[in-house]
Structure formats: C-alpha cells, structure tokens
C-alpha cells in the first residue's frame, strides 16, 4: 500500500506511512487504559496531518487520516480486516424498512397532497418514483438541503407508507427486536469502548473554548509557533464588505479574497492566514478595525495550528461515525446509548446534550456535520428516537434562548440561521429565495432546526404534550420573548428596525413549532391529553389576551399624522398565528368535553378582557319605533380602536363549533349561555366594521397609509378567516340572542346614523340645509356600509354551523363568486381562496362541479370558466368582494345576462336554512325598526331630494327586501301542516305607516318607484320583487279563497308591463331616426371633399397599380419555362420600384442614381448551422476567411425587420440617438437596451433592434452586365482555359508592380512576353455607376458585416471586408433554407415580406459591393477561390475539396466574377461565366458527397441498376476509386462499390439543400421569379430545381459533357493529402445532407432536471453544490451561474459561468435552463438578457416559475418548439431586445454576472 501512497506525500511524515493499522488496533486490543493510549495516538499523529501550511490538501489529509487514524478504530471495532469484517456485520443486519436518506441542497423532494399527514413528510425521488403516491396528486419542491426521506415511516402517510423498495423489508418485523442480536459479544464492548472515546472526543474538541492550549490529554511536548488566523461567518456583513477587508487586511489579490469569503459563507469559517502568533495577531486587529465601524466586527480567532488540526479530525471523525453505523443497526443503537448516556455531572451532561446546548457556539461547517450524524442515528432508531426528543423537549426553551439572544463576545451571527449570511453574489435582484415548503430557511444550520423532525411525527408530538407539557412550553418561551407590553399588558411593538425584524423572525420559528405539534388531531382523547391540552390552551389564550386590542388608533382631525405608526408586527404575529387558532379550534372541535371547557375558559377571558366594560362611558337610551334600548356613548370616530380582537373571534369560532357539532342542543345544561351579554360581545367586532366603512367613506384619510394597509390585510384572504369572518360570525352569535329592534339601533348609533333614522323628516331638513357637501357623501356611504352589513348578517350562513352546510359548499360558493368576476387560471383560483395548515384549499375536489377548463395556447394558461347553470347562485353582495371585484362582477353578470336576451335584474339567490341556534337571526330583516330604514330611503328615492341619498342606497335596500321575500318564500314552501309562519314580510310591507304623517307602504313606493324614468337600471329588479311578491300572496291564499285580489294584482302586472314595453319600444325608435341623420351627414362630407381633391385620388389609384405588380412572385408569361441563370436566363421586364420613407414620409423610386434608401438590418455572429462549436479563432486580426469549413462552426447572419428610410434621414436618426445617449450617460447610470457604442439603435418603426442599414438596389447583374451577348458562348473547358490564363496574367501584372523597377526596357521587353489573352485589358477600370450616397452606404454595411463577423475594429479598406459580405449572404440564405426544410415549407412559399426583403437586399448588396471594394483585391480573392477547384501552382495554403463549404464557394465566386469579366472585352457574358461556375461548384458538391458518404448496404437492393442515373452513377464512383485507389498501393478506402441506386439516393439527398441554396440565392440575384411548382410543399422539386437552374436531371451528366477536363479535376482533388488521409480513417470530414442542429431534449419530467441538477456540484469550488445550476439548452453542459466561485475573465471583465459559455458554445447568445427556478434565461452579450418563459407546464396549462407552487410539471413541446424556433430564425437578440424596451427592470440587471 505504502508504494502508492509513496509520490503523493512527499512533503509529508515519511513516518505515517509506516504506521501500521492492523498493529496499531492489536495494541489497544492488549491495552489497559484504553482512553489514554488512543488520545496519546491522537496527540501524536493528528497535527501531522492536519493544518501542515497555509492552503488545505483535503484528499492527502484525508487518505492519510484513513490510513493513520481511522484504519486503527476500524481494526479493532471489527477485530479483523474492516475489508472483510464491514461486509459481514452488513449481512447480518436485517434492511431497515426506513429510508433516511438525508436531502442535499436543492434535491428534489415530493409531498403527496391526498396521503401525506402534513406537508413536511415528503420522498426522495426514488422513493417517489416506486410509491403509489406518483399516480396522486403531489407536490414537487426542491430541499434546502437537511431534511430526510420519510418513507417507511407509517406515521407520516395515510396510505401507502412504503415504496417497493422499503416494502420487502418490512416482512416480518416483530414488535420492537433489540438490533444488538445479530452482534456478538466482544463486537458490541469493542464497538462501545470505541465509539465512546470516540464521540467523547468530538464534542470535546468541538466545543473547546480556549484558543491556543489543548485539552491535558492532547498536548503536545514541543509547541510549534504556527498559528492561523480564522475568520467566522456572520449576519451583519456583505460579501463586499468581507472581501474588501481581506484585501487589505492579509494583501491577497480580490480572486483569493472571493474563494476565501466564498468558503466562509458555505463552511462558516476559513484561516485566511498561516504562521507565528504576531503575524497572525496582525491580520486580526486589521479586519477587527475595518469591520467595526457601522456594526460589530467580524469574527476573527487566532488559533493554534494543532487545535485547528484537531477540530478538523473531530468533524471528519463524526462523518466517519454516521458512515460505520450505516452498515448495522446494531452499531446505530450503540452509538445512540454512547450518545444519551448520562455523563458524571447528572442533568444535561450526556453527549447529545453537550452538543446541542452547544450548539450556537459551533460554525456552521460543524454544525451541518453533526446535524446529519443525529439523522442518521438517533432519528432513525425508533427507540432512541423518542428518548431524543424528550431531551430536546426538555432543553427546548435553553435552546430557542440562544437561538435568540445575541451574545455580545460570541456574535450570535455564529447560529448562522439564515442560509445565505453575507447575501448572496449580490446580483441587484434579490436572490429569488421561494419559500420552500418549511419556511424555515432561517433555521437551517441551527439544532432548533430539528424541531421539524420530532414535532411533525404524531405519536411523539402528542407524547411530548402529555409527559413534557410542550404545548405550554413552547407558548411559554414565545412570550418570553416578546416583553415590550403596554399598560394593559398588551403586545407594543417598536419601530421595526432590521435586527428587530431578524429577531422577530426567529421569534416566529416558535409559532412553526407549535404549528407542527398541532398539526395532526388525536382521534382517541386520553384524560391526561385533555388536561395537557388545555394547559396549553390556557398559556395561548394568555398570548391571544396580550393581543387582544393592540396597536390602537385614534382619527386625527386637522392635520395628517406625522409618523405612520408602527402595524406590521402585529399582523406578521396575526398571519402565523392564523393557522394555528383554526388548528387549536379543530382539536376542541374533535373532543365534545375539550370543547365545552375551552368555551369557558375562552368566555372568561374574554370577560376579563372587557373587565372594564363601561370604561367611565356614560350610558344613553335609544328609542325608534316604539322600541328602546340601552347602551353607552361611543363614537368609533372620536376614541381608540383596535383591530386586532383574537380573543372575540376565537369565541365565535367555538360557538359556531357548539351548533356544528350539536353539543349546544345536547348539553345546554353544561354550557354558560345564560350568562352571555350579547351587547358586550358584538361591541368590539361591530366597532372594528365601524372602523372600515368609515375608512371607505374617506373619514380616516388623515391616518396615512398604514390605516389603509391594516384594513386591505383585514379583508384580505390570508387573514380574514380568523379576522373579518369570524367578526361576522360574532356579530350573527349576538343578533341571534337579542331583539332585532336593539341591535339594529346600536348598530345606528354605531355607525352615527341614529340622527338621521329617528328623527322624522330628517331627510328633507338635511337636504334644505345646505350642509356641506362631503358631510352629505360621508353619511351616503355610511348608510350604504350599514345596509351591505346587514345583507351579511342574514346571507352569510355558508359556514358550517351557522347555515346547515358542509365545508364543500363553502368552497363551491367561493369559486363560484370568483370564476362570476372573470374566468380565471389554477394558480389565481387557488390565491383568492384560504389555505389550510397543509397549504390545500380543497379547490380541486369541487371545482369540477362548478366550472369547465379551457386548455391553454401557445402562450397564455388554461382557464377555468364557470358553468352557466351557476350562475343563479351568484350574490351581488358576497361578502368577500373587494368594491373592484364587486363593480367587475356586477358587470360581467349583467352582460350575460343581456347576451342570453334574460333581463338584467340580479335577485338575491335562495340561501340554505339556518342552523337553529342562529335560526332567529332573520327576523332582522321584518323588525320594525329595519322595515323603518327601507321606507325612509325608498321615502327619499320617491321625493329625489338632492344629494341625501344614493342609488346605490336604493340598490341595496332592493336587495334585502328581495331576500326577506326569499326567506318568506322558502318558510312557506317547507312549512309543515297546521305550522303558522312567523316570518310576515310581505303583509308588513303593504301596510301604510301610522297616523300622524301617514306615510304610504313600501310596495306602493315600490310601484312608485317602477315607472320613475331616472332609475332604469333598477326597473328589472323592482319588476322581480314585485312579482315574487305577488307569488307569496298566490301562496298565502291558497289556503284561504279569495281570488280576486291575486286577478287584480296580476293585472296591474300586465299592465305596467304593456306600457313599459311601448315606452322603450319608443325610444328605440328616436335613437335610430338620429343614427341615420348623422349618417347622410357624413357621407355628404365625404363626397364633397372627394369632389374638390380629384387628381389627388387618381394618382393614388396609378400608384397602387405600380406598386402592386412588384410584389407578385407570379410568373411573366404563364406556360414558359423559367431559368435563373446562364445564357438561356429569362428576361424579366424592369419594374419601377417606389418605396417611402418611414421617417420623412417621402416616396422615392428606387434606382442607380438616387439617394440611396436603406433598411434597418442586424447582423450577428451565429453558431446556429455550426457542426463543431469548439473552434475557436485565436487571432482575430490575422484570421483568414476567404474559405468557410463545411462545418461552419461560425457565421455572420443579417436579419431586418424590413422597414426603409433615406440614408440621410438614417444618418440624422443615429446621430440623434448617439447625442441622446451621451447626454443619459451623464445623468443616469444604467444600460439601455441597445449599445450605442457597437452601433446599436431600434429600428425607429418597430423598436427591433438593428445595428447597420442595408441598402436597397436594382437587381446588379443588369446594371453592370448590360453588355453585347454573343451568340458563340465558350464550353465549360474552354471557359475555363480563358478565365486561368486571365488570373496568371493578372499575377504576372501585379509581380512586376510589385518588382523594384530596374531598367525600362526590360520592363517593356516583359510585356511584350506577356501573352494577353485576347480581348483581355487589365488596365482598364471600370466606372462605377452607383451615385455617392449609395456607394457610402455600400460601404457602412460592408464595414459593420465585417467588424461583427470577425469582431475586429472597423477598417473599410482591409481586403478581408468583401469575403466577410458574401460570406453573410450565404450564411443567411443557408439558414433560411434550414428553417423551410425543418418546418416542411415550400422553397418559394409565401415568406414573410420581412425575410424576403432582407434576402432580396442582402443578395443584391453583396452582388454590388466589388464596385466599392478594391478591384485587385477582389480579383485575387478569386483567382485565390478559382484556384480550389482549378489548380494553380502559385497558390499553396489552399484548402482540400472536403474542407470548403461549397454553396459559401459558389456564392463568393459569382459575385467576385465580375470584378475580372469587367476588364474582359472578348464578349464573355456574365451569365455564362455564372452557369460555369455553377456546374463546377454543383460537380465538386457531387465529388464531396461521394467520398464522404457512408454507404450501408440495404440487404434489399432495390432494383438493380438499370435507370441512366444509376448507372452514371457508377461509372462516376468507379473513376474515383481508380483516382483514390491509386494514390496508395495497400489500402483502398471507398470501399467495395455498392448499389447505383443506393448511390443515386445519397446523391440526391445530399445535393439537395445545395441546390434549395443555390435556387434562393440566383433568384434573388437575377430577379427571375420562381416557377409555380415549387411554390407548394408536396413532391422533393428535384426536377423543377434542376430545370431552374439549367442543370441536367440526371446531374451526373455534367461529368459526362465535360469529361476532358473534369477526369484530371478530379484526379487532382482526390490527390490531396488530407483526403488520403480521410480515406485512411485518420481524419473526420462532414457527410451530407448536414443534420439540422436542433436544441437538447429535454425530459419529459421536470422533477429528473431537478434530480440532475442537485447531484451537479460547482466544477470550481470542489463538491460545494451549486446554487443556481444553469442548463445550456443548446448543447446540454450545466453550469454554476450567478456565483462567484465561477467567473471568469473575458476581455478584460469578471463574468458569470453563463455569458462566459454563451461566448464559446452560441459566439454571444445563448438559451439557458435555470433548474432550480424552472426559468429559461436568454442571453446576448453581456449586458443582454431576459427571461423567458420556460417549455414545462403543470396539469392546469400554467407554468411554475420560481418552483412556488410545486404542482408536478411536464414538458410542453409546443413552447419548446417555439424557443427552437427563435434560436434557429436568429431572433434572440430581438426577443430581448423587446423585452427590455417592455419591461425597464430588466435593463438593471447584471447579466454578465449570471
């Protein structure tokens, strides 16, 4: 072994390695005192192995330690080779039926919503993956890392509690068996002694407090003086603030600062510095001094190396532990006893204590290694478990205390509870930290963290409660920690500072706690759990009684409050306690003694609460009607109130659960109703009413804002369940048990209305006075506020126990009320309902019943509409509407309404029966004094006196007559025989009022009311009241016979109806006489001025004509062929081509003299077609791209958006643009979404990102290629033959330029050798026929293709700028003919006009760019390319023929051609050079494909060959085997010849996109338009594509015609060496038809992304796990982004993992995967991004970015296809250029850091 070990320990002991394991455990075995001789060991060999130097050696220590430390401990506990002995001891031990898998950061865990007790018990993935629950409904989270698997745990799931795995296990478990059975004797005591010592050891040196001594036993005997400087984690600090200061404190460059700040964050401490206690000492006082200025300092120790050594042993040594007792349950119950045995000082001393007690005194990295070693003991053996948690029990207030507290000397930062300490990278959005399902992010590194493991396991939680009084306990140590209290001992919270809010949140983890004792109900009562319980009971109605009116507030008069008051501690207590009060009323509820005995406890606080219950208010009688009543003044306008009463609305609650559960009707006698003073229990909750409806009536607006905000928190649906809805239940309890008349009189005087309701004519005084106006509007919404309270009281009996519902109905007249606003997606549904304490809102059981779902589009989410037959039971005045859902409600009814022609009255719906205990609760609605406010409101709406009173008023009061009419209705209907019905509405409403001023009844006010022509809206919904009116009294007097007045009735009906009818019917009519006279108006208009402006139309007639005919593609002369190119190119006639100007508006004809006109274009880099991403140009400035590889691993592409501008109104555009972005740069800091500087602007028309202009041109073959045509045009060889005696020509020209002139007459000798070919004139230059302006615009594109392209500096005369335009053009044309095959298109389909625009310019661009290029230049540019297919000796770095893209090489041949043909005066046309070139570059292709095509032989050859193609096939392939077979003797590499037709197929096939190419690019050159059969997608066109392009159908005829010249062509391809070496199999080589480049597949379940990304760990920071693990969807690598571990530096700046990679994997875009917040990232440069949203969506259509929901997600190829298609059409930079201009927060992001 030592050999191995041998060259990697060089610097270290020689000696360790000679240590022996085996002998070193044989001498212990022998020893007495066997504690000593193991700490002298480790006295010994530790520091020689630890902390040797500055940097830690993590594998060599570790290797050594195993060897040196661990190997001993592992001899002697299995007495033999642990090799043979571990496997043995795991043998014997029976698979435990628990999992305990321990979840790393961000692994994904699953929650099962229809099994799991409570959302914490949740799966690992491959326990999920083997459960039942995959088929329930789950939940999906991602872990923060700490938590464990809870299968096998049958506590933790209803059903379903093992996977398959876990299943076998559990066969024969008996109850309890000791795991120590299958261990023998001497194993066991050898294993106790050791692990012992062992775990003695840890805790002791973990929690050692000195700082440079050793515990006696360890000390050394010479002392070395090397000490480190270790920095601690904490709270307070950035990670800025850390690395600034260890730059200066210990001079280390800002890398070595962000590695060490990145270790202190993750591991809770770092050295930042090695060696003698001075050195050291001085670091210290440095970063103590740098960090103590605003907050306390840094936590900094100087410790001695070999303490340090040690600690670092003692944690691996705990890791070792939980990884030994892996192998046996025996082992993990000894180390469980060795754990929780009492040490020699009694209480709290066993190991487990010592360490937990500890616990805030530990780093972080200690803290996470002994939390896992307590889950992997003692939490999973069931014995030892419960004893745990009875310890923890027991230290629980200790431990919450040190939790808390800050310690000054040892900052409490050290409880590192919040994950990220010093906060995040900082990337300016704050880290999207979703709240996982334990929101107890804060604790995970404290011990109180395990809390969750104990709590939530129910047999334990209720155990705890009974033996431990843990209930008690918890609330206990909460109020401990909230002192501040008032003089009525009620909760004072202070302004809320930063370290108060970190406190309070801790504070808030008791709450969590408490929630996970209650979490699940006891079925079966014990006394002794009932007696805990209701101490416990006790203790919480002590904290609700300190809450009970906090945080009172009086209305200010006169002047705005100063200082908004502190509010949201108190609703923060209120929001987590919510759940708990619902949690605390469903265990009283479960228990009918429990029940009956919290009520009283809870009434006598309540009692206690309003002790003072007149407060010195004087009492007042209140008499209207004929009733009186006594109360006290008060005015909630004029004194103190309070929003917070938990102690009433707890009470309600319990009283809604005596009617629920019967108990109030079985045992009366046991129950303190008699006692209840229902004024005394309404005050409060009617006072808090009072408070909002005179906060909606604008009374408080002088109280600021955090009035307004306590009272949206009051209504709003994470607190009204125990806030505003138990109020009304309160309020219901009091009218049920007192007189109507009284309530609604207090009520009055409540909300100071008295006045006005008992004094008669008050209305008509108030409106002659005339008071002040808002005074008047005050009051209105007053009396609304009062009259919507009492639809509440009387309509609200959904809950069950007030109405005799079930809790599914409650839910189903939710969503209802929700889905009647406006149709509405899952997640929005499940925000407006109230949440559980497991998160559910029972939604998904009813909503079926309620609604259909409309599955969602491309983009958007699925909806849920509700179903029409509901909409019957929608109520106007449900009473959680907010007043904006209520108006959009209201709205959205009464246009269905309309549109099912019904009429648009909206009665109120037929309400389920009470229950008998709130049975008398309707009698409200007939009291005298209500019947009272109806008339003398509806009194008002009869007189219309003035401002006093309101439709909304009326409007109301229609409402509840209409729901007294139901009420009376519904008694009638189910009243029994001989059963007189009390409830008599309908006879008190058609009685006139008494003597005195004998005011009418409410039904002829009503009858009044219909035919007032000011109240439209309301006629249909009096029409309704009085015809339910009518249908009471039809019922009344079925019993009784009096038939006459029912006719009468009826007919007065009819009557009112008829004249209703003709009224509208009239007015109808007025409406459509006025419609038509404004009608003959305007066309009148319209004639006279189309009679004066007539040329003006004509003209616009003519142009439209012109216009029209440019843009058809169709044929000329139908039933011709067409052909592109060569001598037989057909003529097209010249159109004239207007365009206008989107910036000036001018229209100008497009030719060569004009202005020159442009578009906006955007040219980019592009990785998009690229078969081989990782070339890369080192040496851009030298880089040479005159031939593009086959792989073309990079292109430049141009897109536009079409639009056309002159140049010179461009060019004052960007200047503008430019002038305005230096003047931004001065005043604000931050990006924009286009780069000036590189040229950037938006297209003025559409904001799409651009960054040069192309210019628009005539088609440039017929501007300079107007020559005369001979008829004699050359053949191919002859062709040939010409154009290379004209290059050598030009080379001997430009060799004698160049050749120091010496003497004249040889100069002139040369030129007579010289042989010109004939009617060659190289002196000639050409004159260019383009005007200035288009020439400078031909050259700003060309310069801006090349400077992108090559991402070099601008320069227009480098020779390379024209290769770089063509190049573009044929990358384009390439990428667009991908996109049309990929979608299955037609070549010559519709395109959209944009693309076809862009090709259109591009092409005719590049075809004109020589005319501005140098002519030389461009002419050796294509004797250079000539020279690839036709040898020339004087070139020698010319690429083989399989390396050349050839459509690159046929596009930059035919537009340099021109450039020698102009100086060619013997009668070549253009078009001939064009064709020839043509067939070359097409018979190369041929050649290319052949040798590169692998040919597998089809068992079936289908028909042999006889067709002429095969066999000219043939014939071809066997030339070339003779070219290739002869170049080498041994070895042929084409291999044995196949079948023609095999070849003939793969010919095809591969020539096919060539040939699709090559169609695009000469018929945007030549304007020749395409033959119709290629415009629809069915056959291949290969025949129609060869007669277009004047090729034979059979291709291989081109070899055929011109076999003199092509069979030495092609012997000298195939004679290039590196096609030998191809054919030799030494070298790879692209075959063809190239595969489209397509995105990564993704798999079809989110949940494994997740999986993988948790097992991927930073590749920077060794195993740490990264935080935000990023997916390349482009070609699959995961990245470690948005951290600092992983940047690096490009071109000069730091940047994150993602921009970094978008420059080697996409040449500057990029499409990324955010794993963890299921989000897909764009990116494009560095200062580019934007997020898009990402291709998974749950069952409901939606997606789940940020994980917050957890639905399971799934991959939706349809989005997925989208984003591919963005990437493949190059529109990235655009996307984000869009939704960065939508959307300016985006701009502010860093998202070079990503």
Not at 179 to 198: G, K
Not at 576 to 599: F, G, N, P, R
Not at 1258 to 1273: A, E, I, M
Not at 1409 to 1426: D, E, I, N
């Amino acid at each position: 072994m030592a050999s191995e070990l041998e060259p990697e320990v060089q610097a270290f002991d020689r000696t360790l390695l000679e240590c022996s394991a085996e002998e070193t455990a044989g001498r212990w075995l022998q020893a007495t005192d066997l504690t000593r001789e193991v700490y002298q060991h480790l006295a010994h060999y530790v520091p020689r192995i630890y902390c040797r130097g500055p940097n830690p050696f993590p594998q060599k220590e570790d290797m050594l330690a195993q060897h040196v430390l661990l190997g001993p401990m592992e001899w002697y506990l299995c007495g033999e080779d642990p090799a043979f002995g571990f496997p043995k001891l795991e043998q014997a031990n029976k698979p435990s039926h628990l999992c305990g898998r321990v979840f790393k950061v961000g692994e994904p865990t699953y929650s099962c919503r229809d099994c799991a007790v409570d959302p914490t018990c949740v799966l690992c993935m491959e326990c999920f993956l083997g459960s039942i629950h995959r088929d329930h409904r789950y939940r999906m989270t991602t872990s923060g890392g700490g938590g464990f698997c809870d299968c096998g745990d049958t506590e933790a799931w209803k059903e379903g509690p093992y996977c398959h795995r876990h299943e076998l296990n559990t066969a024969g478990i008996e109850e309890e068996e000791d795991p120590l059975v299958h261990l023998s004797e001497d194993v066991i005591a050898r294993t106790y002694n050791i692990f012992a010592i062992m775990f003695r050891y840890a805790v002791e040196i973990l929690t050692w407090e000195k700082e440079n001594e050793l515990p006696a036993d360890l000390e050394m005997k010479e002392k070395s003086d090397t000490y480190y400087c270790m920095l601690f984690n904490d709270e307070v600090h950035t990670y800025e603030q850390v690395i600034y200061t260890l730059q200066k404190a210990v001079n280390c460059t800002q890398k070595e600062a962000i590695g060490f700040a990145t270790t202190v964050d993750r591991d809770g401490r770092r050295s930042v510095r090695f060696g003698d206690f001075q050195y050291c000492e001085q670091a210290k006082s440095v970063i103590v001094r740098n960090t103590s200025r605003q907050t306390k300092p840094l936590k900094v120790q100087v410790m001695h190396s070999s303490l340090v050594a040690h600690q670092n042993f003692g944690l691996k040594l705990l890791s070792w532990l939980g990884s030994i007792i892996g192998y046996s349950d025996g082992l993990r119950r000894i180390l469980c006893q060795v754990g929780l045995q009492e040490g020699p000082d009694g209480e709290n001393s066993s190991l487990v204590d010592r360490l937990m007690l500890s616990d805030s005194k530990l780093w972080k990295g200690a803290r996470s290694v002994y939390h896992q070693l307590f889950m992997s003991s003692l939490l999973m053996d069931l014995k030892y478990k419960k004893l745990f948690a009875i310890r923890f029990a027991k230290n629980y207030q200790q431990l919450q205390r040190d939790f808390m507290d800050d310690d000054h000397e040892r900052a409490v930062s050290v409880t590192a509870l919040s994950v990220q300490l010093f906060t995040a990278p900082t990337l300016n959005y704050e880290r999207l930290q979703s709240d996982y399902v334990t929101d107890d992010h804060d604790r995970e590194f404290s011990v109180a963290d395990l809390s969750v493991q104990i709590f939530t396991v129910p047999s334990l939680a209720r155990m705890l409660i009974t033996e431990e009084n843990l209930m008690t306990i918890i609330i206990k140590t909460f109020m401990d920690h909230l002192r501040h209290r008032d003089g009525q001992g009620r909760f004072q919270f202070e302004r809320y500072t930063a370290l108060q809010a970190f406190k309070f949140r801790r504070v808030q983890s008791l709450i969590l706690d408490l929630k996970y004792v209650l979490i699940s109900r006891p079925a079966v009562w014990s006394d002794e759990l009932r007696h805990k319980f209701l101490d416990g009971f006790d203790a919480f109605l002590e904290l609700l009684k300190c809450m009970q009116g906090m945080d009172p507030i009086t209305r200010q008069v006169g002047q705005h409050i100063e200082m908004e008051p502190e509010w949201e501690a108190a609703f923060t207590l209120q929001m987590k306690l919510t759940h708990v009060i619902s949690m605390v009323q469903d265990w009283c509820a479960s228990d009918e003694k429990v029940l009956i005995e919290a009520y009283k406890k809870c009434l006598a606080v309540l009692t206690q609460c309003h002790g003072g219950f007149t407060d010195g208010e004087q009492p007042i009688t209140l008499s209207i009607c004929g009733h009186s009543v006594e109360t006290i003044r008060y005015c909630v306008s004029q004194e103190k109130v309070s929003i917070h009463l938990p102690v009433s609305r707890l009470l309600a609650g319990l009283h809604v659960l005596l009617s629920k559960s019967e108990v109030a009707y079985k045992f009366p006698e046991l129950l303190p109703l008699s006692e209840l003073s229902p004024p005394m229990l309404i005050e409060h909750p009617l006072r808090c009413l009072v408070l909002c409806a005179q906060v909606h009536a604008g009374m408080w607006k002088r109280n600021g804002f955090s009035l307004v905000n306590q009272i949206y928190y009051y209504h709003n649906v994470k607190c009204r369940r125990e806030m505003f809805d138990k109020d009304i239940m309160m309020l219901q309890t009091g009218v049920s048990m007192m007189d109507p008349n009284h309530f609604l009189m207090i009520m009055l005087s409540r909300f100071e209305l008295y006045q006005i309701f008992s004094t008669p004519d008050y209305g008509t005084r108030f409106s002659s006075e005339i008071t002040q106006k808002d005074v008047v509007l005050q009051n209105n919404t007053l009396i609304e506020e009062m009259l919507y309270l009492i639809i509440m009281l009387v309509g609200e009996r959904f809950s069950p126990g007030v109405g005799q519902v079930n809790a599914t109905d409650e839910i189903k007249r939710e969503i209802i009320h929700q889905l009647s606003i406006k149709p509405m997606a899952h997640s929005e549904l499940v925000k407006s309902l109230p949440e559980d304490e497991n998160k559910e809102t029972g939604m998904e059981n009813v909503i079926e019943t309620v609604a259909h779902f409309r599955k969602p589009g491309l983009t958007g989410r699925g909806m849920y509409e509700l179903k029409p037959e509901c909409a019957k039971e929608f109520n106007l005045y449900f009473y959680h509407f907010s007043r904006a859902e209520q108006s959009k409600a209201e709205e959205a009814q009464r246009n269905l309404r309309r549109q099912n022609k019904e009429d648009t009255a909206l009665p109120p719906p037929v309400l389920p029966p009470f229950c008998p205990l709130f049975a008398s609760l309707v009698n409200i609605l007939q009291s005298d004094v209500m019947l009272c406010i109806m008339g003398t409101i509806l009194q008002w709406a009869v007189e219309r006196n003035g401002s006093a009173w309101s439709e909304s008023m009326l409007q109301r009061v229609l409402h509840l007559i209409g729901m007294a009419l139901q009420e009376e209705k519904q008694h009638l209907e189910n009243a029994m025989e001989e059963h007189v019905v009390t409830f008599t509405f309908s006879q008190k409403i058609s009685k006139p009022g008494e003597a005195p001023n004998n005011s009418p009844s409410i039904l002829a006010m009503l009858e009044t009311l219909q035919n007032a022509p000011s109240l439209e809206v309301h006629k249909d919904m009096i029409r309704w009241i009085l015809k339910t009116f009518n249908a009471i009294k039809k019922i009344r007097k079925s019993s009784s016979s009096s038939p006459v007045a029912e006719a009468e009735g009826a007919i007065m009906e009819e009557n009112s109806r008829d004249k209703d009818k003709a009224e509208r019917k009239r007015k109808a009519e007025i409406a459509r006489l006025r419609r038509e006279k404004i009608m003959a108006q305007m066309s009148e208009m319209q004639r006279h001025f189309i009679d004066e402006n007539k040329e003006l139309f004509q003209q616009t007639l003519e142009l439209d004509g012109s216009s029209s005919t440019i843009l058809n593609n169709s044929p000329v002369v139908s039933g011709m062929t067409l052909t592109a190119l060569g001598p037989a190119q057909t003529q097209v006639p010249e159109h004239k081509q207007f365009v206008t100007c989107i910036l000036c508006q001018e229209e100008q004809e497009v030719n060569v003299e004009s202005k020159a006109m442009v578009l906006a274009a955007f040219v980019q880099r592009s990785t998009v077609l690229s078969k081989n991403r990782s070339k890369f140009v080192q040496d851009p400035e030298k880089h040479d791209p005159l031939f593009m590889h086959p792989d073309l691993s990079c292109g430049t592409h141009t897109g536009s958006c079409g639009h056309i501008m002159h140049a010179h109104c461009w060019q004052r555009y960007f200047d503008s643009v430019q002038a305005k972005e230096q003047r931004r740069q001065q005043r604000l800091r931050i990006h924009t979404s286009y780069d000036v500087e590189s040229g950037e602007f938006l297209c003025p028309l559409c904001e799409c990102l651009s960054n040069t202009v192309i210019p628009l041109l005539l088609p440039p073959r017929s501007v300079f290629g107007s020559r005369l045509n001979f008829s004699d045009q050359p053949n191919l060889t002859e062709w040939v033959r010409t154009v290379s005696q004209q290059i050598k020509a030009l080379q001997s020209l430009r060799k004698e330029e160049n050749a120091p002139n010496t003497a004249s007459s040889k100069n002139s000798k040369n030129m007579d050798q010289l042989q010109l070919p004939e009617g060659f004139r190289p002196d000639f230059q050409p004159k260019n026929p383009y005007s200035e302006s288009i020439k400078e615009m031909l050259t700003t594109f060309g310069t801006a293709t090349y400077k992108v392209g090559l991402k070099v500096h601008p320069n227009e005369e480098d020779p390379r700028v024209p290769i770089m335009c063509w190049g573009s053009c044929a990358y384009t044309i390439q990428s667009i003919e991908r996109i049309l095959s990929d979608e299955d298109k037609p070549l010559f389909g519709p395109l959209p006009c944009r693309l076809d625009d862009c090709l259109r310019s591009l092409t005719r661009f590049a075809a004109a760019h020589w005319t501005v290029a140098s002519l030389p230049v461009v002419q050796r540019h294509f004797g250079k390319l000539f020279a690839s297919l036709v040898p020339n000796d004087s070139y020698d770095d010319i690429p083989c023929i399989l390396d050349i893209d050839m459509f690159h090489l046929l596009v930059s041949l035919v537009l340099a051609f021109p450039a020698l043909q102009c100086q060619d005066f013997s009668g070549l046309s253009l078009s001939t050079g064009d064709l020839h070139i043509f067939h070359l570059v097409t018979m190369a292709h041929i050649i290319q494909i052949l040798l590169t095509s692998c040919t597998e032989e089809n068992g079936m050859d289908q028909e042999n060959p006889t067709g002429e193609e095969e066999l000219a096939v043939l014939a071809l392939y066997k030339i070339l085997h003779q070219c290739t077979g002869s170049c080498f003797l041994t070895f042929s590499a084409l291999r044995e010849i196949p079948s023609g037709w095999h070849l003939w197929r793969s010919v095809r096939a591969g020539i096919m996109p060539f040939l699709k190419c090559s169609a695009l690019f000469f018929h945007y050159l030549n304007g020749v338009p395409s033959p119709p059969d290629i415009q629809v997608s069915e056959t291949s066109h290969f025949e129609h594509l060869c007669n277009y392009l004047s090729l034979p159908t059979n291709l291989i005829c081109l070899f055929q015609q011109n076999s003199e010249i092509m069979n030495s062509l092609i012997e000298s391809w195939c004679r290039n060496s590196e096609v030998k070496r191809y054919l030799e199999g030494e070298r790879d080589a692209i075959s063809y038809p190239r595969e489209s480049n397509r995105l990564i597949d993704l798999p079809e379940d989110y949940s494994s992304l997740i999986n993988q990304a948790s097992n991927f760990s930073c590749p920077k920071s060794g195993g740490d796990k990264s935080r935000a693990p990023t997916l390349c969807l482009v070609c699959g690598t995961l990245l470690c982004s948005q951290s600092y571990c992983c940047q690096t530096e490009l071109e000069g700046e730091d940047v994150g993992a993602c921009t970094a990679h978008t420059y080697s994997c996409g040449s500057g875009a990029g499409i990324f995967l955010r794993v963890r917040e299921c989000q897909v990232l764009f990116l494009a440069g560095k200062t580019k991004g934007c997020f898009y949203s990402p291709p998974y969506l749950d069952d409901y259509g939606e997606t789940d970015q940020g994980l917050r929901r957890g639905n399971p997600l799934h991959l939706c190829s349809e989005r997925f296809k989208k984003i591919q298609k963005l990437w493949h059409q190059h529109s990235i930079t655009e996307e984000i250029g869009h939704a960065q201009e939508a959307n300016q927060t985006l701009v502010g992001i860093d998202w070079q850091h990503l």
